[in-house]
């Protein structure tokens, strides 16, 4: 199993609060990636990282930022949560680049938001 | 943007029987995996599949890569009660680092 940390795994916030979402592996993973997946849906990605310093939007329009100060750790933070952002964000890393090998990506638990 | 869809979106299946999920992007891909996701937990990797035409199997499971690396498919002998949760694909194009994930299928297994 891999291992990938999220905290906090459940949060109940109120409207316009700032949030942050800790990500964290141990793996010397290279690449980092934020999902937001309603419950039964698809995931939709919202922020990648392939290193230190460098960080990249994803396909769905969030209103959350990234920062990757140091390989290990990805937070994502929301300035003023909205009753828009429950949902359930998923935090994921994988190895390998585009050379080849299989670039498998390894989920973290998952933090399930509730902005009321 | 690139699209991945998966067809089809429910399916309940007796135990025993055969199960089939296919995964169609709307651009060419450079590699597909497989994730599978148990009911309120994380995607966890199946398999990745690179070349055109490529098949691999993993005891009931076949997976399969189109010729023109556009679908996919993944096919399940014989469920399991154990078999029972959403299985995703994710396809990455050539030069970038993100996948996206196709829609899902969501298997119940019936005992």
């Known amino acids: 199993e891999a291992d990938i940390y999220q905290t906090p795994r459940y949060l109940v916030i109120g409207t316009g609060k700032k949030i942050t979402l800790e990500c964290s592996q141990t793996?010397?993973?290279?690449?980092m990636y934020w999902y937001q997946q309603d419950p039964g849906m698809e995931l939709h990605l919202i922020h990648y990282?392939?290193?230190?310093?460098?960080?990249e939007k994803g396909d769905l329009s969030s209103e959350s930022t990234v920062s990757r100060i140091r390989t290990e750790h990805f937070p994502l933070t929301l300035e003023s949560a909205r009753p828009s952002h429950t949902s359930q964000y998923l935090c994921?890393?994988?190895?390998?680049?585009?050379?080849?090998?299989?670039?498998?990506?390894?989920f973290g638990p998952g933090t399930r938001l509730t902005v009321l | 943007g690139q699209q991945v869809m998966q067809i089809p979106q429910y399916q309940h299946v007796q135990e025993g029987e055969d199960f089939t999920t296919y995964c169609n992007s709307s651009?060419?891909?450079?590699?597909i995996q497989w994730y599978k996701q148990r009911p309120g937990g994380h995607p966890v990797f199946l398999i990745q599949?690179?070349?055109?035409?490529e098949v691999k199997k993993q005891k009931r499971l076949t997976f399969q890569f189109g010729e023109a690396k556009k679908n996919s498919s993944l096919h399940i002998t014989a469920t399991q009660t154990t078999d029972v949760g959403t299985y995703f694909c994710?396809?990455?194009?050539?030069?970038?680092?993100?996948?996206?994930f196709g829609t899902g299928t969501r298997l119940k297994v019936l005992a």
């Open positions: 994921a890393s994988s190895e390998y680049g585009l050379a080849g090998g299989t670039d498998t990506q390894y």
């Open positions: 990282s392939y290193g230190v310093n460098s960080t």
């Open positions: 599949l690179v070349k055109s035409g």
């Open positions: 651009t060419t891909l450079s590699n």
């Open positions: 793996m010397g993973h290279d690449k």
């Open positions: 994710a396809g990455r194009t050539s030069g970038t680092y993100k996948y996206i």
